[in-house]
Nanobody, 124 residues
């Protein structure tokens, strides 16, 4: 049974940084992508970034390029999202997802496994 558990969310002031973590268990695919999505109140869930474990390649939504970095630690089965220069408009619940087919942009329907989400709040 695949389980994804996010952590690292919280409240931060504009300009600050946060690092989200996603601990994966029961997930063994090295060819499918793992990614981060977010959902702000009243909005649809949108893709933020993905990483292809087999190739080490990454993809970022235009809105986060240059500010967010996705990475993984295979030994710890953990996915990370380093978020820098945070602004209030990135406030959302952030979700880790796995098993995606690495389409660009990220598509919610392509990811069968999801974490419970972690809240990120940026105040001005």
């Amino acid at each position: 049974q695949v389980q994804l558990v996010e952590s690292g969310g919280g409240s931060v002031q504009a300009g600050g940084s946060l690092r989200l973590s996603c601990a994966a268990s029961g997930y063994t695919s090295s060819s499918d992508c793992m990614g981060w999505f977010r959902q702000a109140p009243g909005k649809e869930r949108e893709g933020v970034a993905f990483i292809n474990p087999a190739r080490g390649s990454t993809y970022y939504a235009d809105s986060v390029k240059g500010r967010f970095i996705i990475s993984q630690d295979n030994a710890k089965n953990t996915l990370y999202l380093q978020m820098n220069s945070l602004e209030p408009e990135v406030t959302a619940v952030y979700y880790c997802a796995a098993g995606g087919r690495c389409f660009r942009p990220l598509r919610v329907v392509e990811y069968p496994y999801w974490g419970q989400g972690t809240q990120v709040t940026v105040s001005s």
